[in-house]
Protein backbone atom coordinates (compact mmCIF):
# COMPACT_ATOMS: atom_id res chain seq x y z
CA UNK A 1 0.00 0.00 0.00
CA UNK A 2 2.53 2.23 0.69
CA UNK A 3 5.84 2.93 -2.10
CA UNK A 4 7.76 5.00 0.56
CA UNK A 5 11.04 3.73 1.49
CA UNK A 6 11.96 4.66 5.27
CA UNK A 7 14.39 7.94 5.19
CA UNK A 8 16.07 8.63 8.06
CA UNK A 9 17.23 12.31 8.37
CA UNK A 10 19.66 13.62 10.27
CA UNK A 11 20.00 17.72 10.93
CA UNK A 12 23.75 19.15 12.10
CA UNK A 13 22.74 22.08 14.07
CA UNK A 14 19.19 22.03 15.40
CA UNK A 15 17.84 25.33 16.03
CA UNK A 16 14.59 26.90 15.30
CA UNK A 17 14.68 26.01 11.27
CA UNK A 18 15.73 22.37 11.79
CA UNK A 19 13.37 21.82 15.18
CA UNK A 20 10.21 23.26 12.80
CA UNK A 21 11.07 21.29 9.94
CA UNK A 22 11.94 18.10 12.13
CA UNK A 23 8.03 18.31 13.36
CA UNK A 24 6.86 18.29 9.71
CA UNK A 25 8.81 15.08 8.53
CA UNK A 26 7.47 13.34 11.82
CA UNK A 27 3.88 14.17 10.59
CA UNK A 28 5.26 12.23 7.31
CA UNK A 29 6.28 9.59 9.64
CA UNK A 30 10.19 9.81 8.83
CA UNK A 31 12.91 9.23 11.46
CA UNK A 32 14.93 12.48 12.49
CA UNK A 33 18.35 12.11 14.53
CA UNK A 34 20.08 15.93 14.71
CA UNK A 35 23.92 16.56 16.36
CA UNK A 36 23.96 20.13 18.06
CA UNK A 37 27.55 21.40 19.10
CA UNK A 38 25.84 22.90 21.83
CA UNK A 39 23.44 20.22 22.86
CA UNK A 40 25.55 18.80 25.87
CA UNK A 41 26.08 22.49 26.99
CA UNK A 42 23.91 22.68 30.66
CA UNK A 43 22.88 26.35 29.23
CA UNK A 44 20.99 24.72 26.59
CA UNK A 45 20.46 20.93 27.22
CA UNK A 46 16.84 21.46 28.89
CA UNK A 47 16.06 23.33 25.74
CA UNK A 48 17.53 20.26 23.45
CA UNK A 49 15.73 17.68 25.22
CA UNK A 50 12.36 19.62 24.98
CA UNK A 51 12.74 20.02 21.20
CA UNK A 52 13.62 16.09 21.04
CA UNK A 53 10.97 15.14 22.54
CA UNK A 54 8.34 17.09 20.71
CA UNK A 55 9.38 15.85 17.26
CA UNK A 56 10.49 12.57 18.54
CA UNK A 57 14.00 13.43 17.28
CA UNK A 58 16.82 11.22 18.49
CA UNK A 59 19.60 12.77 19.94
CA UNK A 60 22.87 11.42 18.50
CA UNK A 61 25.76 11.41 20.69
CA UNK A 62 28.69 12.58 18.41
CA UNK A 63 28.73 13.46 14.21
CA UNK A 64 29.98 9.97 13.77
CA UNK A 65 26.62 8.57 14.72
CA UNK A 66 24.48 11.35 13.05
CA UNK A 67 26.27 10.58 9.89
CA UNK A 68 26.15 6.45 10.26
CA UNK A 69 22.60 7.07 11.02
CA UNK A 70 21.14 8.90 8.54
CA UNK A 71 20.28 8.64 4.80
CA UNK A 72 20.00 12.48 4.85
CA UNK A 73 22.31 14.84 6.12
CA UNK A 74 20.69 18.16 6.30
CA UNK A 75 22.99 21.22 7.29
CA UNK A 76 21.15 24.03 9.16
CA UNK A 77 23.63 25.90 11.27
CA UNK A 78 24.16 29.41 11.60
CA UNK A 79 25.88 30.73 8.89
CA UNK A 80 29.12 31.25 10.19
CA UNK A 81 29.62 27.87 10.84
CA UNK A 82 28.40 25.89 7.91
CA UNK A 83 32.05 25.20 6.53
CA UNK A 84 32.97 24.11 9.88
CA UNK A 85 29.80 21.43 9.85
CA UNK A 86 30.80 20.45 6.48
CA UNK A 87 34.35 19.96 7.52
CA UNK A 88 33.53 17.89 10.86
CA UNK A 89 31.24 15.53 8.97
CA UNK A 90 32.99 15.19 6.03
CA UNK A 91 34.86 12.11 7.27
CA UNK A 92 31.78 9.71 8.25
CA UNK A 93 30.28 10.42 4.71
CA UNK A 94 29.77 7.92 1.84
CA UNK A 95 28.96 7.97 -1.38
CA UNK A 96 24.97 6.90 -0.79
CA UNK A 97 24.49 10.21 1.77
CA UNK A 98 22.34 13.84 0.39
CA UNK A 99 23.85 16.43 1.79
CA UNK A 100 22.09 19.27 1.91
CA UNK A 101 23.06 23.00 3.14
CA UNK A 102 19.87 25.05 3.73
CA UNK A 103 21.66 27.82 5.24
CA UNK A 104 21.38 31.07 4.23
CA UNK A 105 24.82 31.72 2.45
CA UNK A 106 26.46 33.05 -0.54
CA UNK A 107 26.74 30.84 -3.51
CA UNK A 108 30.30 31.12 -3.44
CA UNK A 109 29.83 29.57 0.16
CA UNK A 110 27.61 27.08 -1.40
CA UNK A 111 30.30 26.00 -3.99
CA UNK A 112 32.89 25.73 -1.14
CA UNK A 113 30.78 23.37 0.51
CA UNK A 114 30.68 20.86 -2.38
CA UNK A 115 34.62 21.22 -2.54
CA UNK A 116 34.72 19.88 0.89
CA UNK A 117 32.45 16.68 0.08
CA UNK A 118 32.77 16.12 -3.02
CA UNK A 119 35.09 13.41 -2.25
CA UNK A 120 32.82 11.67 -0.22
CA UNK A 121 29.84 12.21 -1.90
CA UNK A 122 28.65 13.79 -4.87
CA UNK A 123 24.84 14.01 -3.17
CA UNK A 124 25.29 17.75 -2.85
CA UNK A 125 22.42 19.00 -2.90
CA UNK A 126 22.06 23.33 -2.32
CA UNK A 127 19.37 24.53 -1.37
CA UNK A 128 18.10 28.08 -0.84
CA UNK A 129 15.16 28.16 1.44
CA UNK A 130 12.37 31.20 -0.32
CA UNK A 131 10.45 32.36 2.95
CA UNK A 132 10.61 31.31 6.47
CA UNK A 133 10.36 28.12 8.49
CA UNK A 134 8.12 28.21 11.02
CA UNK A 135 4.19 27.63 10.04
CA UNK A 136 5.51 25.95 6.95
CA UNK A 137 7.87 23.60 8.51
CA UNK A 138 9.56 21.05 5.76
CA UNK A 139 6.98 22.37 3.23
CA UNK A 140 8.38 25.58 2.92
CA UNK A 141 9.42 26.57 -0.76
CA UNK A 142 12.92 25.45 -1.42
CA UNK A 143 14.82 25.87 -4.89
CA UNK A 144 17.56 23.22 -4.97
CA UNK A 145 20.21 22.62 -7.57
CA UNK A 146 22.93 19.94 -7.84
CA UNK A 147 23.71 16.78 -10.11
CA UNK A 148 21.47 14.43 -8.19
CA UNK A 149 18.40 17.24 -7.37
CA UNK A 150 16.44 15.55 -9.33
CA UNK A 151 16.75 12.76 -7.27
CA UNK A 152 16.84 14.61 -4.48
CA UNK A 153 13.05 15.70 -5.77
CA UNK A 154 11.70 12.50 -6.63
CA UNK A 155 12.85 11.18 -2.93
CA UNK A 156 11.16 13.64 -0.89
CA UNK A 157 8.29 15.54 -2.90
CA UNK A 158 6.49 12.57 -1.88
CA UNK A 159 6.38 13.77 1.35
CA UNK A 160 5.39 16.94 0.81
CA UNK A 161 8.60 18.93 0.33
CA UNK A 162 7.89 22.02 -1.76
CA UNK A 163 11.22 21.42 -4.08
CA UNK A 164 12.01 23.60 -7.27
CA UNK A 165 14.78 21.70 -9.36
CA UNK A 166 17.34 24.47 -10.84
CA UNK A 167 19.60 23.62 -13.64
CA UNK A 168 23.58 25.20 -13.60
CA UNK A 169 26.23 25.04 -11.54
CA UNK A 170 26.35 24.78 -7.38
CA UNK A 171 25.16 28.23 -6.47
CA UNK A 172 22.68 29.07 -8.85
CA UNK A 173 19.92 28.71 -6.26
CA UNK A 174 21.48 31.25 -3.99
CA UNK A 175 21.86 33.26 -6.88
CA UNK A 176 18.13 33.38 -7.47
CA UNK A 177 17.01 33.65 -3.85
CA UNK A 178 19.42 36.61 -3.48
CA UNK A 179 18.28 38.59 -6.47
CA UNK A 180 14.70 37.82 -5.42
CA UNK A 181 15.79 39.33 -1.98
CA UNK A 182 17.20 42.56 -3.55
CA UNK A 183 13.34 43.18 -4.94
CA UNK A 184 11.62 41.64 -1.85
CA UNK A 185 13.47 43.32 0.60
CA UNK A 186 13.88 46.85 -1.21
CA UNK A 187 10.20 47.18 -2.05
CA UNK A 188 9.15 46.23 1.45
CA UNK A 189 11.33 49.33 2.40
CA UNK A 190 10.09 51.25 -0.05
CA UNK A 191 6.77 50.85 1.11
CA UNK A 192 7.59 51.64 4.53
CA UNK A 193 9.15 55.07 3.56
CA UNK A 194 6.49 56.18 0.93
CA UNK A 195 3.56 55.01 3.24
CA UNK A 196 5.36 55.99 6.78
CA UNK A 197 6.24 59.43 4.97
CA UNK A 198 2.57 59.92 3.94
CA UNK A 199 0.98 59.08 6.66
CA UNK A 200 3.22 61.82 8.57
CA UNK A 201 2.25 64.00 5.78
CA UNK A 202 -1.73 63.46 6.51
CA UNK A 203 -2.01 61.99 2.85
CA UNK A 204 -1.92 58.49 3.50
CA UNK A 205 -5.10 57.62 1.51
CA UNK A 206 -4.16 59.53 -1.45
CA UNK A 207 -0.86 58.24 -1.79
CA UNK A 208 -1.78 55.10 -1.05
CA UNK A 209 -4.98 54.73 -3.87
CA UNK A 210 -2.79 56.20 -6.12
CA UNK A 211 0.24 53.79 -5.85
CA UNK A 212 -2.50 50.57 -5.99
CA UNK A 213 -4.38 52.33 -8.91
CA UNK A 214 -0.83 51.95 -10.54
CA UNK A 215 0.24 48.60 -9.93
CA UNK A 216 -3.63 47.14 -10.02
CA UNK A 217 -4.28 48.53 -13.53
CA UNK A 218 -2.00 46.72 -15.60
CA UNK A 219 -0.03 43.46 -15.61
CA UNK A 220 3.74 42.75 -14.32
CA UNK A 221 5.35 42.84 -17.97
CA UNK A 222 3.55 45.92 -18.70
CA UNK A 223 4.57 47.23 -15.39
CA UNK A 224 8.13 46.66 -16.20
CA UNK A 225 8.53 47.79 -19.58
CA UNK A 226 6.93 51.06 -18.68
CA UNK A 227 9.00 51.84 -15.89
CA UNK A 228 12.50 50.62 -17.15
CA UNK A 229 12.02 52.15 -20.95
CA UNK A 230 10.52 55.34 -19.12
CA UNK A 231 13.66 55.74 -16.37
CA UNK A 232 16.76 54.63 -19.52
CA UNK A 233 15.47 57.24 -21.69
CA UNK A 234 14.39 60.52 -18.37
CA UNK A 235 17.03 59.46 -16.31
CA UNK A 236 18.40 62.77 -16.32
CA UNK A 237 15.50 64.37 -15.23
CA UNK A 238 14.23 61.97 -13.13
CA UNK A 239 17.34 62.63 -10.67
CA UNK A 240 16.94 66.13 -10.36
CA UNK A 241 13.07 65.27 -8.96
CA UNK A 242 14.39 62.76 -6.90
CA UNK A 243 16.88 65.89 -5.39
CA UNK A 244 13.28 67.86 -4.90
CA UNK A 245 11.76 64.80 -3.35
CA UNK A 246 14.58 63.77 -0.79
CA UNK A 247 14.10 67.68 0.32
CA UNK A 248 10.65 67.37 0.63
CA UNK A 249 11.61 64.19 2.71
CA UNK A 250 13.91 66.08 5.18
CA UNK A 251 12.25 68.80 5.31
CA UNK A 252 9.43 67.23 6.84
CA UNK A 253 11.66 65.21 8.81
CA UNK A 254 10.88 61.61 7.05
CA UNK A 255 13.35 59.03 6.23
CA UNK A 256 15.15 59.02 3.24
CA UNK A 257 17.30 56.36 2.67
CA UNK A 258 15.66 54.59 0.04
CA UNK A 259 15.12 57.64 -1.94
CA UNK A 260 18.63 58.68 -1.96
CA UNK A 261 19.48 54.87 -3.47
CA UNK A 262 17.27 55.87 -6.15
CA UNK A 263 18.33 59.06 -6.72
CA UNK A 264 22.14 57.69 -7.04
CA UNK A 265 20.88 55.02 -9.10
CA UNK A 266 19.46 57.74 -11.44
CA UNK A 267 22.92 59.03 -11.68
CA UNK A 268 24.19 56.13 -12.00
CA UNK A 269 22.18 55.19 -15.17
CA UNK A 270 22.14 58.70 -16.10
CA UNK A 271 26.11 58.19 -16.71
CA UNK A 272 25.33 55.51 -19.70
CA UNK A 273 23.76 57.83 -21.48
CA UNK A 274 21.17 55.71 -22.70
CA UNK A 275 18.73 58.38 -23.90
CA UNK A 276 21.61 59.34 -26.86
CA UNK A 277 22.31 55.07 -26.86
CA UNK A 278 18.54 54.80 -28.08
CA UNK A 279 18.35 57.80 -30.08
CA UNK A 280 16.28 59.73 -27.66
CA UNK A 281 13.28 57.23 -28.88
CA UNK A 282 11.88 55.30 -25.92
CA UNK A 283 12.42 51.21 -26.89
CA UNK A 284 9.59 48.76 -27.05
CA UNK A 285 10.86 46.08 -24.56
CA UNK A 286 12.76 46.70 -21.85
CA UNK A 287 15.32 43.59 -22.36
CA UNK A 288 16.97 46.31 -24.83
CA UNK A 289 17.85 48.42 -21.71
CA UNK A 290 19.06 45.12 -19.98
CA UNK A 291 21.35 44.38 -22.99
CA UNK A 292 22.01 47.95 -23.22
CA UNK A 293 23.47 48.53 -19.12
CA UNK A 294 25.00 44.79 -19.80
CA UNK A 295 27.12 46.10 -22.90
CA UNK A 296 28.26 49.57 -20.90
CA UNK A 297 29.46 47.62 -18.23
CA UNK A 298 31.43 44.79 -20.16
CA UNK B 1 -25.55 73.91 -28.22
CA UNK B 2 -22.26 74.54 -26.48
CA UNK B 3 -22.10 75.92 -23.04
CA UNK B 4 -18.75 76.40 -22.81
CA UNK B 5 -17.76 79.94 -22.32
CA UNK B 6 -14.44 81.25 -24.43
CA UNK B 7 -11.19 80.85 -22.40
CA UNK B 8 -8.08 82.66 -22.62
CA UNK B 9 -5.01 80.53 -22.10
CA UNK B 10 -1.63 82.67 -21.02
CA UNK B 11 1.26 80.50 -20.84
CA UNK B 12 4.43 82.50 -18.89
CA UNK B 13 7.32 80.29 -19.86
CA UNK B 14 6.95 78.64 -23.54
CA UNK B 15 8.84 75.10 -23.56
CA UNK B 16 7.90 71.33 -24.47
CA UNK B 17 5.20 71.14 -21.89
CA UNK B 18 3.48 74.46 -22.56
CA UNK B 19 3.74 73.73 -26.20
CA UNK B 20 2.49 70.43 -25.98
CA UNK B 21 -0.46 71.73 -23.64
CA UNK B 22 -1.22 74.78 -26.22
CA UNK B 23 -1.70 71.80 -29.11
CA UNK B 24 -4.33 70.37 -26.69
CA UNK B 25 -5.94 73.45 -25.68
CA UNK B 26 -5.86 74.12 -29.70
CA UNK B 27 -7.57 71.02 -30.46
CA UNK B 28 -10.35 71.87 -27.73
CA UNK B 29 -10.85 75.40 -29.23
CA UNK B 30 -9.48 77.58 -26.33
CA UNK B 31 -7.17 80.44 -27.38
CA UNK B 32 -4.13 80.33 -26.26
CA UNK B 33 -1.20 83.35 -25.06
CA UNK B 34 2.36 83.06 -24.57
CA UNK B 35 5.19 85.21 -23.12
CA UNK B 36 8.48 83.92 -22.21
CA UNK B 37 11.65 85.92 -21.30
CA UNK B 38 13.87 83.93 -24.17
CA UNK B 39 11.30 84.64 -26.98
CA UNK B 40 13.25 87.75 -28.50
CA UNK B 41 16.36 85.86 -28.01
CA UNK B 42 18.01 86.22 -31.53
CA UNK B 43 19.26 82.22 -30.66
CA UNK B 44 15.78 80.81 -29.97
CA UNK B 45 13.28 83.47 -31.82
CA UNK B 46 12.79 80.89 -35.23
CA UNK B 47 11.84 78.07 -32.62
CA UNK B 48 9.07 80.13 -30.80
CA UNK B 49 7.87 81.61 -34.15
CA UNK B 50 7.77 77.76 -34.87
CA UNK B 51 5.69 76.46 -31.70
CA UNK B 52 3.49 79.65 -32.13
CA UNK B 53 2.77 78.79 -35.80
CA UNK B 54 1.79 74.91 -35.07
CA UNK B 55 -0.02 75.50 -31.76
CA UNK B 56 -1.54 78.97 -32.67
CA UNK B 57 -0.67 79.99 -29.63
CA UNK B 58 -0.45 84.30 -29.95
CA UNK B 59 3.15 85.46 -29.07
CA UNK B 60 2.13 88.41 -26.20
CA UNK B 61 5.00 91.37 -26.26
CA UNK B 62 5.16 92.00 -22.36
CA UNK B 63 4.05 90.30 -19.46
CA UNK B 64 1.85 92.93 -18.91
CA UNK B 65 -0.16 91.75 -22.30
CA UNK B 66 -0.43 88.23 -21.21
CA UNK B 67 -2.08 89.35 -17.91
CA UNK B 68 -3.91 91.42 -19.84
CA UNK B 69 -5.43 88.72 -22.90
CA UNK B 70 -5.36 86.00 -20.83
CA UNK B 71 -8.16 84.04 -18.17
CA UNK B 72 -5.84 81.59 -16.76
CA UNK B 73 -1.95 82.53 -16.17
CA UNK B 74 -0.22 79.37 -16.40
CA UNK B 75 3.55 79.30 -15.05
CA UNK B 76 5.27 76.85 -17.16
CA UNK B 77 8.74 78.35 -16.84
CA UNK B 78 12.13 75.82 -15.37
CA UNK B 79 11.88 75.30 -11.45
CA UNK B 80 14.27 77.45 -10.53
CA UNK B 81 12.05 80.68 -12.39
CA UNK B 82 8.59 80.23 -11.06
CA UNK B 83 9.26 82.79 -8.09
CA UNK B 84 10.79 85.04 -10.20
CA UNK B 85 7.87 84.40 -12.71
CA UNK B 86 5.26 84.96 -9.87
CA UNK B 87 6.67 88.00 -8.98
CA UNK B 88 6.79 89.52 -12.77
CA UNK B 89 3.49 88.98 -13.66
CA UNK B 90 2.02 90.25 -10.32
CA UNK B 91 1.67 94.13 -10.70
CA UNK B 92 -1.12 92.92 -13.46
CA UNK B 93 -2.87 90.55 -12.06
CA UNK B 94 -6.84 91.00 -10.85
CA UNK B 95 -8.86 89.35 -8.99
CA UNK B 96 -10.47 87.31 -12.17
CA UNK B 97 -7.11 85.77 -13.08
CA UNK B 98 -6.48 82.32 -11.85
CA UNK B 99 -2.73 81.53 -11.79
CA UNK B 100 -1.96 78.07 -11.71
CA UNK B 101 1.77 77.15 -11.33
CA UNK B 102 2.68 73.31 -13.08
CA UNK B 103 6.19 73.48 -12.63
CA UNK B 104 7.94 70.49 -10.80
CA UNK B 105 8.97 72.36 -7.42
CA UNK B 106 8.40 71.76 -3.80
CA UNK B 107 5.17 72.37 -1.52
CA UNK B 108 7.60 74.97 0.22
CA UNK B 109 8.09 76.92 -3.10
CA UNK B 110 4.21 76.42 -4.03
CA UNK B 111 3.55 78.13 -1.21
CA UNK B 112 6.06 80.78 -1.56
CA UNK B 113 4.09 81.71 -4.96
CA UNK B 114 0.81 82.01 -3.61
CA UNK B 115 1.78 84.05 -0.78
CA UNK B 116 3.65 86.29 -3.82
CA UNK B 117 0.23 86.23 -5.78
CA UNK B 118 -2.32 86.26 -2.97
CA UNK B 119 -2.67 90.27 -2.34
CA UNK B 120 -3.94 90.15 -6.06
CA UNK B 121 -6.15 86.96 -6.79
CA UNK B 122 -7.19 83.97 -4.08
CA UNK B 123 -7.45 81.63 -7.80
CA UNK B 124 -4.52 80.51 -7.04
CA UNK B 125 -4.18 76.98 -8.17
CA UNK B 126 -1.54 74.72 -6.77
CA UNK B 127 -1.12 71.90 -10.03
CA UNK B 128 1.34 68.80 -9.97
CA UNK B 129 1.29 67.21 -12.81
CA UNK B 130 1.09 63.28 -12.69
CA UNK B 131 3.67 61.79 -15.68
CA UNK B 132 4.97 63.66 -18.84
CA UNK B 133 2.68 65.82 -21.00
CA UNK B 134 4.53 64.77 -24.19
CA UNK B 135 1.74 62.64 -25.90
CA UNK B 136 -1.19 63.83 -23.19
CA UNK B 137 -0.97 67.59 -24.08
CA UNK B 138 -3.36 69.15 -21.81
CA UNK B 139 -5.58 65.86 -20.66
CA UNK B 140 -2.26 64.83 -18.61
CA UNK B 141 -3.12 63.81 -15.23
CA UNK B 142 -2.95 67.04 -12.89
CA UNK B 143 -3.89 66.99 -8.67
CA UNK B 144 -4.66 70.52 -8.44
CA UNK B 145 -5.71 72.37 -4.59
CA UNK B 146 -6.63 75.66 -3.86
CA UNK B 147 -9.74 77.17 -2.34
CA UNK B 148 -10.51 77.90 -6.17
CA UNK B 149 -9.43 74.46 -7.34
CA UNK B 150 -13.04 73.24 -7.38
CA UNK B 151 -14.31 76.04 -9.73
CA UNK B 152 -10.80 75.15 -11.86
CA UNK B 153 -11.92 71.89 -12.17
CA UNK B 154 -15.50 72.75 -13.06
CA UNK B 155 -14.36 75.43 -15.37
CA UNK B 156 -11.84 73.15 -17.07
CA UNK B 157 -13.31 69.79 -17.42
CA UNK B 158 -15.03 70.13 -19.76
CA UNK B 159 -12.12 70.88 -21.90
CA UNK B 160 -10.84 67.37 -21.25
CA UNK B 161 -8.77 68.27 -18.38
CA UNK B 162 -7.77 65.54 -16.37
CA UNK B 163 -8.40 67.01 -12.60
CA UNK B 164 -8.12 65.75 -9.21
CA UNK B 165 -9.16 68.10 -6.52
CA UNK B 166 -7.15 68.10 -3.32
CA UNK B 167 -7.93 69.16 -0.08
CA UNK B 168 -5.68 70.78 2.48
CA UNK B 169 -2.97 73.73 2.29
CA UNK B 170 -1.07 74.78 -0.66
CA UNK B 171 1.53 72.25 -0.78
CA UNK B 172 -0.85 69.11 -0.60
CA UNK B 173 -0.58 68.16 -4.23
CA UNK B 174 2.86 68.46 -4.50
CA UNK B 175 3.22 66.52 -1.60
CA UNK B 176 1.12 63.71 -3.32
CA UNK B 177 3.25 63.39 -5.81
CA UNK B 178 6.37 63.55 -4.46
CA UNK B 179 5.61 60.58 -2.52
CA UNK B 180 4.06 59.22 -4.76
CA UNK B 181 7.79 59.85 -6.66
CA UNK B 182 9.53 57.84 -3.49
CA UNK B 183 7.81 55.03 -4.69
CA UNK B 184 7.39 54.98 -8.42
CA UNK B 185 10.81 56.04 -8.95
CA UNK B 186 11.83 53.87 -6.75
CA UNK B 187 10.76 50.73 -8.14
CA UNK B 188 12.05 51.12 -11.44
CA UNK B 189 15.79 51.59 -10.34
CA UNK B 190 15.02 48.54 -7.72
CA UNK B 191 13.75 46.74 -11.02
CA UNK B 192 17.01 47.68 -12.69
CA UNK B 193 19.04 46.90 -10.44
CA UNK B 194 17.38 43.20 -9.75
CA UNK B 195 16.84 42.41 -13.18
CA UNK B 196 20.21 43.56 -14.71
CA UNK B 197 22.18 41.39 -12.29
CA UNK B 198 19.60 38.54 -12.92
CA UNK B 199 20.63 39.35 -16.48
CA UNK B 200 24.34 38.61 -16.01
CA UNK B 201 24.19 36.31 -13.76
CA UNK B 202 22.30 34.62 -16.72
CA UNK B 203 19.03 33.40 -14.03
CA UNK B 204 17.01 36.11 -15.75
CA UNK B 205 13.81 34.13 -16.31
CA UNK B 206 13.72 32.34 -13.06
CA UNK B 207 14.42 35.51 -10.89
CA UNK B 208 11.50 37.39 -13.54
CA UNK B 209 8.98 34.67 -12.82
CA UNK B 210 9.36 34.42 -9.32
CA UNK B 211 8.95 38.28 -8.25
CA UNK B 212 6.34 38.19 -11.33
CA UNK B 213 4.10 35.28 -9.26
CA UNK B 214 4.47 37.13 -6.06
CA UNK B 215 3.10 40.46 -7.11
CA UNK B 216 0.00 39.04 -9.32
CA UNK B 217 -1.43 36.41 -7.33
CA UNK B 218 -2.27 39.17 -4.30
CA UNK B 219 -3.50 42.30 -4.60
CA UNK B 220 -1.89 45.21 -3.35
CA UNK B 221 -3.50 45.39 0.13
CA UNK B 222 -2.54 42.12 0.92
CA UNK B 223 1.48 42.15 -0.63
CA UNK B 224 1.50 46.16 1.12
CA UNK B 225 0.62 44.38 4.73
CA UNK B 226 2.59 41.01 4.34
CA UNK B 227 6.15 43.14 3.24
CA UNK B 228 5.36 45.82 5.91
CA UNK B 229 4.47 43.51 8.91
CA UNK B 230 6.87 41.42 7.85
CA UNK B 231 9.78 43.75 7.89
CA UNK B 232 8.42 44.94 11.28
CA UNK B 233 9.40 41.62 12.77
CA UNK B 234 12.13 40.46 10.74
CA UNK B 235 14.12 43.86 10.43
CA UNK B 236 17.29 42.23 12.18
CA UNK B 237 17.24 38.69 10.26
CA UNK B 238 16.84 40.48 6.70
CA UNK B 239 19.51 43.43 7.21
CA UNK B 240 22.35 40.65 7.73
CA UNK B 241 20.50 38.72 4.96
CA UNK B 242 21.12 42.03 2.80
CA UNK B 243 24.65 41.89 3.58
CA UNK B 244 25.27 38.82 1.71
CA UNK B 245 23.19 40.27 -0.98
CA UNK B 246 25.16 43.09 -1.53
CA UNK B 247 28.43 40.94 -1.34
CA UNK B 248 27.09 38.52 -4.05
CA UNK B 249 26.49 41.66 -6.08
CA UNK B 250 29.84 43.41 -5.57
CA UNK B 251 31.51 39.27 -6.18
CA UNK B 252 29.31 39.50 -9.40
CA UNK B 253 30.71 43.22 -10.22
CA UNK B 254 26.60 44.02 -10.08
CA UNK B 255 25.16 47.75 -8.91
CA UNK B 256 24.24 47.48 -5.34
CA UNK B 257 22.76 51.37 -4.69
CA UNK B 258 19.37 50.38 -3.66
CA UNK B 259 20.49 46.94 -1.95
CA UNK B 260 22.64 49.25 0.33
CA UNK B 261 19.59 51.54 0.60
CA UNK B 262 17.46 48.45 1.57
CA UNK B 263 20.33 47.41 4.23
CA UNK B 264 20.10 50.80 5.85
CA UNK B 265 16.82 51.13 5.89
CA UNK B 266 16.57 47.87 7.86
CA UNK B 267 19.20 49.10 9.85
CA UNK B 268 16.94 51.63 10.68
CA UNK B 269 13.69 49.97 11.51
CA UNK B 270 15.75 47.59 13.33
CA UNK B 271 16.61 50.60 15.91
CA UNK B 272 13.16 50.93 16.52
CA UNK B 273 12.41 47.43 18.28
CA UNK B 274 9.39 46.74 16.82
CA UNK B 275 9.87 42.81 17.43
CA UNK B 276 9.54 43.50 21.32
CA UNK B 277 6.79 46.55 20.55
CA UNK B 278 4.64 43.92 19.06
CA UNK B 279 6.16 41.26 21.41
CA UNK B 280 7.32 38.87 18.95
CA UNK B 281 3.72 38.56 17.14
CA UNK B 282 3.35 40.10 13.64
CA UNK B 283 0.58 42.79 13.66
CA UNK B 284 -2.32 41.94 11.86
CA UNK B 285 -2.32 45.04 9.83
CA UNK B 286 0.57 47.59 8.68
CA UNK B 287 -1.21 50.55 9.62
CA UNK B 288 -0.17 49.97 13.68
CA UNK B 289 3.64 49.09 11.71
CA UNK B 290 3.37 52.98 10.62
CA UNK B 291 1.84 54.04 13.73
CA UNK B 292 4.78 52.59 15.75
CA UNK B 293 7.50 54.20 13.77
CA UNK B 294 5.35 57.35 13.81
CA UNK B 295 5.41 57.30 17.45
CA UNK B 296 9.12 56.06 17.66
CA UNK B 297 10.02 59.28 15.85
CA UNK B 298 7.80 61.73 17.29
Given at each position: ???????????????????????????????????????????Y?????????????????????????????????????????????K???????????????????????????????????????????????????????????K?????????????????????????????????????????????S??????????????????????????????????????????????????????????Q???????????????????K????????A??????????????
Amino acid sequence: LNNKKQINIGFIGFGEGAFEMSMGFKSEGLYVNFYDVLQDNLKYIDIFREKAIKSEAKRMTSIKSLAIESDIIVSAVTSDTCIEAANSIKPYLTENHYYIDINSVSPITKRKIFEIIRSKTLKFIEAAVIGTIPGKQHKVPMLICGEFAKDFYKLMTPYNMNLTVIKGEIGTATTIKMLRSVFMKGIATLLIETLSAAFECNVFDLVYNSIKDTLENRTFDELTNRLICGTAIHSNRRKHEMDEVINTLKSTKNQYLMSKGTRDSLDWIDSMDLKNYFKGEMPAEYIRVLEAISKNKN
